[in-house]
């Protein structure tokens, strides 16, 4: 099998601010854990480390936020002593000194975050698949504008655009309120990426703003009928490991000298379809947000690649929801009851696969052919089914252990 | 007195039948493998040649078979009998086959009465890395208004035989209406 090695990504821990017995506590741990996915985790001893590893720092309350501030990190730890406020704007948090479970509990969070994107997405859109920015960027559709940096330094990157003359450029411009990085998108300086750009920046939360999502189906479908592939900001990717869906993906510096985004943001490639299942995931947290109307039909016309989402289609309900709405259009409160399924996975469900085209949403007056016309035969299978294989679902699911 | 089931896996060769009924089935599989004489377009030592049998006994005593079934011609007048009274149906392919499309419309065609029911799921593995890999075979059932999980999936791993089985379950409970 060709991704589990080629994929491998590093993942380097760093400490800043911690004694010798934290350190042992730390590489012990790594020593630990190290290989049990796709991930290579060590310590970072001053060695040279391979470009494409992942830095994640481990920094006593003191310079934690300097280090936040500095960029460069894919996750910063902020270790507070006992006894100390909870610092408000960490997410990512450890008693100091360090707890080893404590620890643990966290390595392993990460791991999932980080391992979800190498061993499913990366096995499917490898490295040439996730290409980093300068090697992507002389594409057709994405191309550099240089800007002075001293007339945009103080603005947004929406504004930035817009004084590139670029204001009608396929741009979306989010808010998504579970992220917390507000220091690494505006202001910006040095190049954006404009020519039907098609990058969706995220900024900080909390100011108010929601994500369109009717506006952003639009600009996906966009994307699509380019066959493009979407740019975002790394921070995108990053900061979504506060998710239980979230990935991170391989992100190198523009070889050509100077930064894409300041500070410390970078912008990467993906998968449309990819994209609007990360979006769904930020933006797709409560059935409101989807703004269906109560007695709409819904109907899947496809199934997602469960295979490339392995979690979220463990969880329950998932698979179930799926296969109701493909088998027969359905009220969104009937699928709710007959689910069972979180509010917050149908929300996820629901929103990407309506991002990615193939949930439709009509008012039951509407005519909807749905399910094929069958033959005689097809239909006596049918019969035979209804003669009772679902009770031996039930016990075949006991014996292989679902 | 205790029943039988059946659980067909079908797909052309290399698409992972043997592994798959490998990894579920309470005994070793029974193969009927010989040394592959096309290893021209595909590199494996052995290849099945009539049916893999696997068996998981139920806690009642009911058992379910397992058949993995390969696509050469000689052997298609048994699949109709294979098909009568089955449970549901994994389809799987390899995707780096030089057209696995058309080796799984054979079966398409063949067990059209077990898809339209919807108790039939599709696991393709070995994917292009490209946009949406997966769309020829979905187009593919769609023509025949069939619509079934389809899913890329490594079947050397239990997980990615698991799903398979896990969304073919569901599908069955819900053409049944029994899925509460």
């Known amino acids: 099998m060709r991704a589990e090695t080629l994929h491998r990504i590093s993942v380097r821990i760093v400490c800043l601010g911690l004694d010798e017995r934290d350190i042992v506590v730390v590489r012990s741990l790594l020593r630990l854990i190290d290989g049990r996915r796709n991930i290579s985790w060590g310590f970072h001893d001053g060695m040279e480390e391979a470009p494409e590893a992942v830095t994640v720092m481990i920094a006593h309350v003191s310079v934690a936020d300097a280090c936040r501030r500095a960029g460069g990190f894919a996750k910063v730890i ?14 990512l948090l450890l008693h100091h000194p360090l707890r080893a479970a404590e620890l643990l509990t966290l390595l392993n969070r990460l791991e999932e975050t980080f391992s979800f994107g190498t061993a499913a997405f990366l096995a499917r859109f490898p490295a040439e698949a996730v290409k980093v920015s300068a090697g992507g960027m002389a594409e057709e559709d994405v191309r550099i504008s240089s800007f002075p940096s001293q007339t945009v330094q103080k603005r947004t990157v929406p504004e930035s655009l817009r004084q590139a003359g670029a204001p009608d450029r ?17 202001p910006m300086g040095g190049r954006l990426p404009t020519v039907g750009a098609l990058v969706a920046f995220l900024q900080d939360g ?25 740019w975002v900001s790394s921070c995108f990717m990053l900061e979504s490991g506060a998710s239980p869906r979230a990935e991170i993906f391989r992100w190198k510096p523009a070889p050509d000298g100077g930064p894409l985004l300041e500070p410390g943001d970078r912008l990467v ?18 059935l409101a947000t989807l703004a269906i109307p109560e007695q709409s039909e819904l109907h899947l016309k496809r199934w997602p690649d469960f295979g490339v989402l392995p979690q979220f289609s463990s969880r329950p309900g998932v698979l179930l929801a799926t296969a109701l709405l493909t088998q027969q259009p359905r009220s969104l409160p009937d699928l709710c009851r007959e689910s069972k399924a979180s509010e917050a996975d149908l929300s996820y469900l629901l929103g990407a696969c309506w991002l990615c085209g193939w949930l439709h949403c009509r008012q039951p007056s509407g005519e909807m052919q749905m399910q094929p016309s069958i033959t005689a035969a097809e239909a006596e299978n049918n019969q035979a089914g209804k003669k009772g294989f679902s009770a031996v679902v039930r016990s075949l699911r006991k014996v292989l252990g679902f | 007195m205790a029943q039988e089931y059946k659980l067909l896996f079908a797909g052309g060769m290399g698409a992972g039948k043997t592994t798959a009924i490998t990894a579920i089935s309470e005994i070793p599989p029974v193969s009927t493998d010989v040394a592959n004489s096309d290893k021209k377009s595909f590199d494996k030592a052995l290849t099945t040649v009539t049916l893999d049998y696997g068996r998981i006994t139920l806690p009642s005593g009911d058992r379910l078979r397992l ?9 298609r007048f048994m699949w109709p009998m294979l098909e009568q009274g089955a449970m549901g149906v994994v389809f799987l392919a390899d995707a780096s086959r030089p057209d696995p499309l058309a080796e ?11 898809l339209a029911s919807g108790r039939a799921v599709l696991g393709v593995g070995r994917l292009p890395e490209q946009h949406d890999a997966l769309n020829i075979y979905i187009e593919s059932l769609r023509k025949r208004d069939f619509s079934i999980p389809v899913f890329s999936v490594d079947v050397r791993q239990k997980k990615g035989v698991m799903l398979l089985l896990d969304a073919l379950f569901t599908q069955i409970e819900v053409a049944e209406g029994n899925y509460q």
């Open chain 2, 67 to 75: 058949y993995g079934i390969p696509g050469q011609k000689r052997f």
């Open chain 1, 78 to 91: 902020c270790a507070f002593p006992d006894g100390e406020p909870v610092p408000a704007d960490a997410d």
């Open chain 1, 269 to 286: 490639e993906i998968e449309t379809d990819l994209f609007a299942w990360r979006f769904a995931g930020f933006f797709c947290r409560d």
């Open chain 1, 170 to 186: 396929a741009m979306t411009y989010l808010n998504p309120p579970h992220a917390s990085h507000p220091a690494d998108l505006p």
């Open chain 2, 104 to 114: 799984l419309e054979i079966f398409f065609d063949a067990f059209a009465g077990i």
């Open chain 1, 206 to 230: 909390g100011q108010g703003q929601d994500a369109d999502l009717f506006d952003s189906r639009g600009w996906i479908a966009r994307l699509r009928g380019k066959q493009t592939k979407a």
